[in-house]
């Protein structure tokens, strides 16, 4: 079994996509001052990307302060991303940062809130990915 972690704005695309997949999941804390959340079991990181063109703003804070906790890199084993295609080469790019920065696969792109066939094309590639897990350790 694996969990969605996942990080979403105000906006809250991003947790509308999530919970199209009806899988077990946990937010990432928006605002600054929050317990910060530590994962306890393996999971797959869902997030969007910020910043439009601005190089180096693309990974939102929140998620970088997620990322400096050990235990949640450790228990990391994929990434999918959401956003724009309006914004050309910078679609998606946070997933495409954390995914080389952390060794992991980028299993997925979707275009803000996604389609059927993204939720049943992420829901294959998470059931691939944990067949795969399964099976190495």
């Excluded at 302060?65 to 309006?86: A, H, M, R």
């Excluded at 389609?115 to 067949?131: F, G, I, Y």
Aim: aromatic residues 10%; glycine residues 8%.
């Amino acid at each position: 079994m694996y969990d969605i972690v996942y990080f979403s704005n105000i906006s809250e695309n991003t947790k509308r996509f999530v919970d199209k997949l009806q899988l077990p999941s946990s937010r990432i804390p928006v605002n600054a001052g929050e317990e910060p959340f530590v994962a306890i079991r393996e999971y797959v990181l869902v997030l969007p990307t910020y910043g439009g063109v601005q190089e180096g703003k693309h990974v939102p804070k929140q998620v970088i302060e997620f990322s400096k906790i050990k235990k949640n890199i450790d228990l990391l084993k994929g990434v999918v991303g959401t956003g724009n295609t309006n914004f050309g080469e910078t679609y998606c790019k946070a997933a495409k940062i954390v995914s080389a920065r952390f060794g992991v696969p980028l299993l997925y792109r979707v275009e803000v809130l996604g389609t059927p066939d993204d939720v049943e094309q992420v829901k294959e590639r998470l059931d691939q990915l944990w067949t795969t897990t399964a099976t190495t350790n």
